[in-house]
T-cell receptor, first 114, second 113 residues
Framework: NAGVTQTPKFRILKIGQSMTLQCAQDMNHNYMYWYRQDPGMGLKLIYYSVGAGITDKGEVPNGYNVSRSTTEDFPLRLELAAPSQTSVYFC?????????????FGPGTRLTVL | GENVEQHPSTLSVQEGDSAVIKCTYSDSASNYFPWYKQELGKRPQLIIDIRSNVGEKKDQRIAVTLNKTAKHFSLHITETQPEDSAVYFCAAGPMDSSYKLIFGSGTRLLVRP
């Protein structure tokens, strides 16, 4: 199993540009998440999905959009990129079971907005 | 909103010594407390977790303790080794809603050989 994969690994955007960060998992997980990690900070939840066709906002959703048309894929869309969106983005997935649910993270995408 | 505070932000220990990282949380509904380790340039990975029905859990050199009354939990690493050097994140949330997990700001642990 490849686990959780993300593309691209690095990207530089100009202010106002748009892009899509790709995320895929092959573990048949129901739940998927997008986090951002700023220097010296923890992981902040942007959006999450509890299944195909179902998405919801996390703690910091402004400036982002998501979709979940399949169980495997959960792309994150940045519209009108701003310097404040410079960060490392992690996608994660989990089974969604009750009782404590291990989240498996992808390798991350380092995004710089200039 | 709900919050998880983590201390210290950096910790330097001599190889073989113990390291302790502490977290406090605000949401009394939290009953699941995982710890993630992130090596430099890598993805976070779960190293241990604890649920509110236990006060302590051990896995070889790593242990986690929980005090629900005081709303704090701690990670203990004994006999530290250079490969323990990493950033450690605590998190807290309800067991049945993993999307409500709140992460601490992280502790950078450096183990000096």
């Amino acid at each position: 199993n490849a686990g959780v994969t993300q593309t691209p690994k690095f990207r530089i955007l100009k202010i106002g540009q748009s892009m899509t960060l790709q995320c895929a998992q092959d573990m048949n997980h129901n739940y998927m998440y997008w986090y951002r990690q700023d220097p010296g900070m923890g992981l902040k939840l942007i959006y999450y999905s509890v299944g195909a066709g179902i998405t919801d906002k996390g703690e910091v959703p402004n400036g982002y959009n998501v979709s979940r048309s399949t169980t495997e894929d959960f792309p994150l869309r940045l519209e009108l990129a701003a310097p404040s969106q410079t960060s490392v983005y992690f996608c994660a997935s989990s089974y969604g079971t009750s009782g404590g649910d291990t989240q498996y993270f992808g390798p991350g995408t380092r995004l710089t907005v200039l | 909103g709900e919050n998880v505070e983590q201390h210290p932000s950096t910790l330097s220990v001599q190889e073989g010594d113990s390291a302790v990282i502490k977290c406090t949380y605000s949401d009394s509904a939290s009953n699941y407390f995982p710890w993630y380790k992130q090596e430099l340039g890598k993805r976070p990975q779960l190293i241990i977790d604890i649920r509110s029905n236990v006060g302590e859990k051990k896995d070889q050199r790593i242990a986690v303790t929980l005090n629900k009354t005081a709303k704090h939990f701690s990670l203990h690493i004994t006999e530290t080794q250079p490969e323990d050097s990493a950033v450690y994140f605590c998190a807290a949330g309800p067991m049945d809603s993993s999307y409500k997990l709140i992460f601490g700001s992280g502790t950078r642990l450096l183990v000096r050989p």
